[in-house]
């Protein structure tokens, strides 16, 4: 398997613990995180395997650090790369706009020349809407410290090992 580069932006730091959960679970040989604030698209442009995560805040909005980034995003060449989305969300006090920093970063690499892996099935989340959702499937790994804490280690060692079928 190539290098995986590993993307976050985090406030809080759930982002950035699972971000390191994740470079664990594939092995800190293989995967490399970035923390977004000092990333720029050369960095992305060196690795053949991505994983971008950044948590969900207040009404839909993506994380700071992350909304700054997506013009970094905006301006790589990801032509070939293999993406794959992770974010956190609160399904219950914003179920209306659950984990859609998923959403907005699958919109930022439509029409990039990439493939997006990582999808999952809805069961297990309860919530209204979603950017994340995309015909019946999440397009990313969600995460919900606030309702769900309990799932979370559990729900990355699952995604992990998909992905690892998924990267090359």
């Given at each position: 398997m190539e290098n995986i580069g590993i993307f976050y932006g985090s406030s809080t730091g759930n982002t950035e613990a699972a971000a390191k959960q994740i470079q664990k679970e594939f092995g800190e040989d293989i995967a490399t995180t970035f923390d977004v604030n000092n990333a720029k698209a050369i960095d992305i442009e060196q690795f053949s395997n991505l994983i971008l995560g950044s948590s969900t805040w207040g009404i839909g909005d993506?994380?700071?650090?992350?909304?700054?980034?997506?013009?970094?995003?905006?301006?790589?060449?990801?032509?070939?790369?293999?993406?794959?989305?992770?974010?956190?969300?609160?399904?219950?006090?914003?179920?209306?706009s659950f984990v859609d920093a998923?959403?907005?970063?699958?919109?930022?690499?439509?029409?990039k020349g990439c493939k997006i892996v990582g999808k999952i099935p809805t069961?297990?989340?309860?919530?209204?809407?979603?950017?994340?959702e995309?015909?019946?499937?999440?397009?990313?790994?969600?995460?919900?410290?606030?309702?769900q804490c309990n799932l979370t280690n559990e729900r990355i060692k699952i995604w992990v090992q998909q992905l690892k079928e998924c990267f090359k």
């Open positions: 993506i994380q700071d650090d992350f909304d700054n980034f997506l013009s970094e995003i905006s301006s790589a060449n990801l032509k070939g790369k293999n993406i794959a989305i992770f974010g956190y969300g609160d399904q219950e006090t914003y179920a209306d998923i959403g907005i970063i699958y919109e930022a690499l439509e029409n069961e297990g989340y309860q919530y209204d809407s979603s950017k994340a995309i015909d019946g499937k999440l397009i990313g790994l969600p995460l919900d410290d606030e309702n």
